[in-house]
């Protein structure tokens, strides 16, 4: 992340740091931040690199990841399944969408909208037809547990729902709500 030098004090204060720990984990001289800090000198190029290594280090490790906020009950239909198993189990769990697998396997993601855009025009009769896989959308991002919220924010703009694995096997989702949940206790 780029900062300025006007914010160092303001991220050192976040972080709970002193000028004495910032100045051991960059290895500068405290006098040397004090001065950053109230404008009384134009650093050189290296050592501001290594205060700001060490503040991005320091968020990184802060920061939350998928692991922590994810939902972690997995609610899913099969891509075999009815239309109405899908309305179903979104009714009973208060759920907008549903990741779809294929035995093991992610392979697209059913909404309240896709289904209501896809059975608007229909019959009845057409409609008990109907498999989730005739009318599911593209798979929903999948990421691992140690991906970081920032970049599941990004992905959240994009698609309602996020998959989250660890060794390759599905363990969670995460959707809107738990993104805004978690970031926005108040």
Same mark, same amino acid.
């Given at each position: 992340m780029v900062y300025e030098l006007d914010e160092i004090k303001k991220i050192r204060k976040r972080f709970g740091l002193t000028q004495t720990d910032l100045a051991?984990?960059?290895?500068?001289? !405290?006098?040397?931040?004090?001065?950053?800090?109230? +404008?009384?000198?134009?650093?050189?190029?290296?050592?501001?690199?290594?205060?700001?290594?060490?503040l991005d280090e320091l968020k990184n490790k802060n920061e939350l990841k998928a692991g922590n906020?994810?939902?972690?009950?997995?609610?899913?239909? +099969?891509? &075999? &399944?009815?239309? =109405?198993?899908?309305?179903?189990?979104?009714?009973?769990?208060?759920?907008? !969408?549903?990741?779809?697998?294929?035995?093991? +396997?992610?392979?697209?993601?059913v909404s $309240?909208? =896709?289904?209501?855009?896809?059975?608007?025009?229909?019959?009845? $009769? $057409?409609?008990?037809?109907?498999?989730?896989?005739?009318?599911? !959308? &593209?798979?929903?991002?999948?990421v691992s547990k140690k991906t970081s919220t920032s970049i599941i924010s990004g992905l959240l703009k994009y698609y309602p729902i996020v998959l989250v694995t660890e060794e390759g096997k599905p363990k969670g989702v995460i959707t809107k709500s738990d993104m805004l949940r978690t970031l926005y206790k108040g």
């Open positions: 051991k984990r960059a290895n500068v001289s !405290q006098s040397l931040i004090a001065k950053i800090e109230s +404008n009384r000198i134009d650093p050189t190029f290296t050592k501001v690199k290594r205060i700001f290594d060490v906020i994810m939902t972690k009950k997995l609610i899913y239909v +099969n891509a &075999d &399944d009815s239309i =109405t198993s899908a309305i179903n189990k979104m009714r009973k769990h208060e759920i907008s !969408q549903l990741p779809v697998f294929n035995r093991n +396997n992610v392979v697209g993601l $309240e909208s =896709t289904i209501l855009d896809s059975i608007s025009s229909k019959s009845p $009769e $057409e409609i008990k037809k109907l498999t989730i896989k005739d009318i599911m !959308q &593209d798979c929903p991002p999948i």
